[in-house]
């Protein structure tokens, strides 16, 4: 019998041989790495292997939930999906492994419900197929007649239909055509995996990923778990910014995300006249939460033009339309929202296209021609073009559907010098407009380039008081020796901070919860491991916790070291190190209390901090055997 929070089994699909399988969730596997990209990762190790190429057939697609999921818990709708993603991070041809997280309204609890806490994909189906796992029955069903014909959004409805209260995730025409920027998206309103997840699915013939499942999920101690659960559900309701963030989404926190994620192309003041507040109430239709959610993230807005009369688009929030907007110079949120739907629809990631744009308009010049003729300057209806372009492989489109690097190659102009790139990977935000802090560090020395989200965290707002930093450290369980190291007055140490937020951030991942919950401090290590001894009755500490997250980063940081990856990988983007003109003035990267500006020598002392920390070499950038082996991973220290 399964503990409480874990269905207690891991789906095996093998789409070649048409096979599907089960094995028992092994209890020591729990207590080393909870789930979700924890147990991923595990699997990972002997699935993945090293340097193989990631869209052939053994390629594994491994999403995993964590114990959290499914039961009366603030946010816990999350789950995670790990690949070696095939965009390259250098001419080399190494590509980083990672896991995309994703909230969902069905997906992640109906997985849970159809008895499964992991799921195992690998093989190539001979024909287009969509695959349905059902109260702990699988079966692979023909989708010849969504393949090439349906978007994501018709895809996902069809499926819905057919299998009432189901999750699905479902590829676009970007992810069927192989492009390296392909996503997926759960239940129409959360993407997945904006480094070409969508296109290994595609590799494997795999339309989309239906669930359904009526089984209960044990709770060890309700009543110690709802009442854990009411006291955040309490303080999150006493939040002066709750009700507006059921009105308009993340749209809420302008007055943080017009700093943090500002490109700088306008004035500040034309950024909130078009994309504020006020615009936002007037064109979002209605939020909707992912399951378990007391906020609400995902806005749907009307889309016009897209020959069926007013559509709506469901993935998103008004910020990706106030990003589009001002980095493509497109002055009607119409218009954004109209780009974001066509994307959705094809399932390509829209930061990785609007990059692609500002690219093409940098290396015009020396293009040979072909970016002229997709006029650019024109601004939406090129766009449209260069986006079937891509996602159909037509012309110029099949340079770009194959990542970064091959642009590179092509145009004779790399990348790097016109965008924020890590390992091969578009930046979401510039630490030059918002400075040092733990999320912009971490995009760096992250395993998978240029991911933000897994140290969100108190410092995720800008120039918080020191004593709000400290007070989320000891919910952390860092003790006062610790915290001193990190921060003293307003002396902060991003390299030191990050590791512990990334540490916090995996503990997240791993149980399933939203790390936005952690930015105000709703959910933090210390109520988490109250709710995780109630939901599985494992009697687990906040060191626990914490050391089962570290445990799992450095297993994460394995997998990639064995792909090739070293400190010279985490590289500060170019861009970074450079002067930004915007029309409010100069902008440059700065340490976190906008004391001083930051320069190489110091970006490089950060970076040595950073890895002492974590206990690695920091010539390398490698975790040492001693750590390793500190953790219980010697064996991952002996594949090295």
């Avoid at 193989?52 to 709708?77: H, N, T």
């Avoid at 994307?343 to 015009?364: D, K, P, T, W």
Wanted: charged share 25%; glycine share 10%.
């Amino acid at each position: 019998m399964a503990m409480g929070g874990y269905a207690g089994k891991i789906l095996f699909v093998d789409l070649s041989r048409k096979k599907f399988w089960s094995e028992k969730l092994l209890p020591q596997l729990t207590r080393d790495y909870i789930g979700g990209s924890g147990l991923n990762y595990q699997l990972a190790r002997d699935l993945i292997h090293p340097r193989s190429d990631p869209l052939a057939p053994e390629s594994p697609v491994i999403i995993g939930v964590g114990p959290l999921v499914g039961l009366p818990v603030p946010s816990a709708a999350k789950f995670q999906a790990t690949v070696r993603f095939p965009n390259p991070a250098e001419e080399s041809g190494k590509c980083f492994i990672g896991s995309a997280s994703s909230g969902s309204r069905r997906f992640a609890a109906m997985l849970k419900k159809a008895g499964f806490d992991c799921m195992v994909i690998t093989g190539r189906s001979e024909r287009p197929a969509y695959l349905v796992v059902e109260n702990g029955g699988v079966k692979l069903e023909d989708a010849s007649g969504l393949w090439g014909k349906t978007n994501v959004y018709q895809t996902t409805r069809e499926l819905m239909k057919k299998y009432p209260g189901a999750g699905v995730i479902a590829i676009g025409a970007a992810g069927e055509n192989l492009v390296r920027f392909a996503i997926a998206i759960t239940d129409m309103t959360s993407t997945l995996g904006r480094n070409g997840l969508g296109a290994v699915l595609g590799s494997k013939k795999l339309k989309a990923i239906v669930v359904r499942g009526e089984g209960e999920i044990k709770i060890a101690d309700r009543k110690r778990l709802l009442e854990a659960t009411r006291r955040i559900r309490e303080e999150i309701e006493a939040h002066p910014l709750t009700r507006t963030h059921r009105e308009i989404g993340l749209h809420a926190s302008w007055h943080i995300y017009r700093v943090t994620m500002n490109p700088g192309l306008w004035p500040v003041e034309k950024w909130d006249r078009l994309y504020g507040p006020a615009v936002a109430r007037s064109a979002i239709l209605k939020n909707l939460p992912c399951s378990r959610c007391i906020l609400c993230c995902r806005s749907s807005f009307p889309v016009e033009g897209t020959g069926e009369g007013v559509e709506v688009t469901h993935t998103g929030t008004f910020l990706h339309l106030a990003t589009i907007g001002q980095t493509l110079n497109l002055e009607d949120w119409r218009q954004a929202a109209r780009l974001l739907h066509l994307c959705n629809c094809a399932g390509m990631s829209v930061v990785e296209f609007r990059g692609i744009i500002r690219y093409l308009s940098q290396v015009a010049r020396s293009s040979r021609g072909e970016v002229e003729t997709l006029k650019l300057e024109e601004g939406l209806p090129a766009y449209e073009r260069l986006l079937n372009h891509l996602i159909f492989r037509q012309g110029i489109g099949n340079i770009l559907a194959e990542g970064w690097v091959a642009m590179g190659r092509y145009f004779g102009e790399d990348p790097a010098n016109h965008l924020s790139m890590i390992k091969g990977a578009a930046c979401t935000y510039d630490a030059r407009a918002t400075k040092m802090d733990a999320p912009r560090f971490n995009m760096v020395v992250n395993p998978r380039g240029a991911m933000h989200g897994l140290a969100h965290s108190a410092t995720s707002i800008p120039l918080q008081e020191p004593e709000v930093i400290v007070s989320s450290l000891e919910k952390m369980g860092l003790d006062k020796e610790a915290i001193e190291r990190i921060i003293k007055g307003r002396y902060l140490n991003v390299g030191r901070l990050t590791r512990h937020v990334q540490d916090s951030g995996q503990v997240m991942d791993c149980l399933g919860v939203c790390i936005m919950y952690n930015i105000p401090g709703f959910l933090h290590l210390q109520n988490l491991a109250e709710i995780y001894s109630a939901a599985t009755g494992l009697r687990t500490t906040v060191g626990e916790l914490k050391r089962a997250g570290e445990r799992v980063f450095n297993l994460l940081k394995v997998l990639n070291v064995r792909e090739g990856f070293r400190r010279d990988d985490d590289s500060f983007p170019k861009i970074w190190l450079t002067e930004k003109n915007t029309p409010d003035g100069r902008e440059y990267l700065e340490n976190y209390y906008r004391q001083r500006r930051l320069e190489p020598q110091e970006l490089q002392a950060l970076l040595d901090d950073y890895y002492q920390e974590r206990g690695w070499d920091p010539l390398t950038g490698c975790p040492t055997p001693e750590t390793l082996a500190g953790l219980g991973l010697g064996g991952a220290a002996e594949s090295l």
